[in-house]
C-alpha cells in the first residue's frame, strides 16, 4: 500500500527480504556519478530494476576502479583471467563468496545483484564479484546525567540510548565503526577489530595499551549481543555484479562501567569519533540510521517524539 511506501521513505531503503520478506528496491545503488569517479550510471527505470523484468536493449557502463584492476591482496581478479576460476555461491578457499540473503544467479560467469539492475557492470570498488561482505559493530550505553542517573527524554519519558559514532573521512557522514570482513576472519572478529581500529586507534598505541584495550573489549563483547541486521545493503557502490552485504551487531554497556575506562579516539577511517544520542532526527551513512532504529526498539529506548502509527513493526 501507498502508506506503507510512504512509511519505509522516511528511512534509507535497504533491501529488508530476509528480515520481513518483503523486497524493497535500492535506491542508493542508483548513485551517479559512481563513487570516486566521474562515470555516470545508465537510468534504470522503476518498472526495469527487477531481472524478472525482460529488458532487451540494457546496456549498463561498464566500470572497475583503478584501485581494485591494480589488485590488491582484497580483490579478486577480472572474471577471463587466466587461473581464476572463483566458486560462487559456496565458501571458496579462504572467500565467503556465499550471500546472507541466499543463492544468487551467475550469468555468464558473472554474479548477478540479487536486488535488481543498477545501471552498471564491473566492480566499482568493489574488491569481490558478487556479495563483498562488512560488519557493523553498535556498541550502546544509557545516556547518564552528572549523579549517574538514566536520563529520559521529556516528551516520550523513555530512556536515551547512545552509541558509538564515526565520523567518515572519505564522505563526512556520521556512521557506525564496521569495515571489511577479511578472508578467513570470524564476522565476531571483524566486528571487535574495526572498532578498535575505527574508535579507539587501536593501530597506534603500544602493545602494552592494546592488550590493555584487548582485556577491557574482550569484556564487552563476549557478554550477550544481538544480531540487528544480517543481508543485502543499499549502498552507493553496488553495481550489477558486485554488492555490500553486513552483518550488524549490537554490544550494549549496560551500567557503562565498561566504556569508561575506554577512551575514544579516532583512527583509520574515521575523522571523528563520539558518542552520540540517539533519536530520529540522525542522519546516518547508508543503511545505519536503520539499524540504530531497530536497536532502540530492541532496548525499549527513546527514538521519536511523534506518537505517530509505528512502522515496520
Known amino acids: 500500500s501507498n502508506s506503507s511506501a510512504n512509511c519505509w521513505s522516511c528511512l534509507h531503503p535497504v533491501n529488508m527480504f530476509n528480515s520481513y520478506n518483503v523486497k524493497f528496491y535500492h535506491s542508493k545503488a542508483f548513485t551517479s556519478p559512481y563513487p570516486g569517479s566521474c562515470v555516470e550510471r545508465s537510468q534504470v527505470p522503476e518498472d526495469k530494476v527487477d531481472w524478472l523484468i525482460e529488458w532487451k536493449d540494457y546496456n549498463p557502463v561498464e566500470y572497475t576502479a583503478m584501485s581494485v584492476l591494480a589488485g590488491p591482496n582484497w580483490a579478486d581478479p577480472q572474471i577471463n583471467d587466466k587461473g581464476f576460476s572463483p566458486k560462487f555461491n559456496e565458501r571458496d578457499g579462504e572467500v565467503e563468496r556465499r550471500s546472507l540473503n541466499g543463492l544468487y544467479v551467475v550469468e555468464s560467469g558473472r554474479p548477478r545483484n540479487p536486488s535488481g539492475r ?105 557478554q550477550e549481543h544481538f544480531v540487528v541486521y544480517r543481508g543485502y545493503v543499499d549502498d552507493p557502490r553496488n553495481t550489477d555484479n558486485a554488492w555490500m552485504e553486513t552483518e550488524a551487531v549490537n554490544y550494549h554497556d549496560e551500567t557503562g562501567e565498561t566504556m569508561d575506562n575506554l577512551p575514544l579516539e579516532a583512527g583509520d577511517d574515521a575523522g571523528i569519533v563520539k558518542w552520540v544520542d540517539i533519536s530520529e532526527k540522525l542522519k546516518l551513512y547508508a543503511s545505519h540510521s536503520y539499524f540504530i532504529k531497530l536497536v532502540t526498539e530492541k532496548r525499549g529506548a527513546h527514538w521519536s517524539e511523534d506518537p505517530g502509527p509505528e512502522c515496520c513493526e
Open 118 to 222: 543498477t545501471g552498471l557492470t564491473g566492480r566499482g570498488l568493489l574488491g569481490r564479484w558478487g556479495p563483498n561482505h562488512a560488519a557493523d559493530p553498535v556498541v550502546t550505553r544509557w545516556k547518564r546525567d552528572g549523579s549517574g542517573n538514566k536520563v529520559a527524554h521529556p516528551v516520550t519519558g523513555k530512556n536515551i540510548l547512545q552509541f558509538v559514532a564515526i565520523k567518515r573521512r572519505d564522505c563526512g557522514e556520521w556512521a557506525i565503526p564496521g569495515g571489511m570482513v577479511d578472508p578467513g576472519e570470524k564476522i565476531s572478529a571483524t566486528l571487535k577489530r574495526e572498532f578498535e581500529e575505527e574508535a579507539l586507534n587501536s593501530l597506534q598505541k603500544s602493545p602494552e595499551e592494546r592488550a590493555e584495550l584487548e582485556k577491557q573489549l574482550h569484556k564487552l563483547f563476549s
